[in-house]
């Protein structure tokens, strides 16, 4: 079974612009979670998407933002970027949905440097 | 506030010795998942091993054990036998209802 992928595995944007990044499952998975990963504030949980709703959403701005398809396919927008949304962004996939403390399958994440 | 905390950033361990790696969390809910994520250098997230917070047994995967200490709100990884691929980043993480709370995680080395 392929893994949870990725696309693009790095991006550098200006400041002010916006960004959209994919993943792609595991098949069967219908979860899909998002995550930021930075030095300073290590692994922060964005949000997650269950059967195209949002179930949870973690502390960000509305800048953020993201949506999941029939297929499970997930992309996450940034609008507006800032300096700090450079991170490593990571996706995770699982059967069921967080609350049933499914394990998740990371993606090699997408590492987005803004300038 | 949810969060967890792993107080060791790094550790550093023999090859074939054993380790140990510290998790806390805070939390006042009863029923939540707990676990031990490993990411090396470069390479992708994956699970170590998971635990069921109603379940008493510790989670065993191989050389990789777990002591989970729920009234103390304590989730330590131990590895066994350590090898030079258990070099990595070490994440405990935290379920408790539709979110995963990561602590800031533990670097370790192995030595040959």
């Known amino acids: 079974k392929a893994g949870v992928t990725q696309t693009p595995r790095y991006l550098i944007k200006t400041r002010g612009q916006q960004v959209t990044l994919s993943c792609s499952p595991i098949?069967?998975?219908?979860?899909v979670s998002w995550y930021q990963q930075t030095p300073g504030q290590g692994l922060q949980f964005l949000f997650e998407?269950?059967?195209?709703?949002?179930?949870n959403k973690g502390n960000f701005p509305g800048r953020f933002s993201g949506r999941q398809f029939s297929n499970s396919r997930s992309e996450m927008n940034v609008s507006t970027l800032e300096l700090g949304d450079s991170a490593l962004y990571l996706c995770a996939s699982s059967l069921v949905a967080l609350a049933g403390g499914d394990t998740q399958y990371f993606g090699p994440g997408t590492r987005l440097t803004v300038l | 506030a949810q969060t967890v905390t792993q107080s060791q950033p790094e550790m550093s361990v023999q090859e074939a010795e054993t380790v140990t790696l510290s998790c806390t969390y805070d939390?006042?809910?009863?029923?939540?998942?707990l676990f031990w994520y490993k990411q090396p250098p470069s390479r992708q997230m994956i699970l170590v091993i998971r635990?069921?917070?109603?379940?008493?047994q510790n989670a065993t995967e191989n050389r990789f054990s777990v002591n989970f200490q729920k009234a103390a709100k304590s989730f330590s990884l131990k590895i066994s036998d350590s090898q030079l691929g258990d070099a990595a980043m070490y994440f405990c993480a935290y379920s408790p209802s539709e979110k995963l709370v990561f602590g800031k995680g533990t670097k370790l080395t192995v030595n040959p």
């Open positions: 939390t006042s809910e009863s029923d939540y998942y």
């Open positions: 098949s069967g998975h219908r979860s």
């Open positions: 998407y269950f059967s195209e709703t949002q179930r």
């Open positions: 635990q069921e917070a109603y379940k008493q």
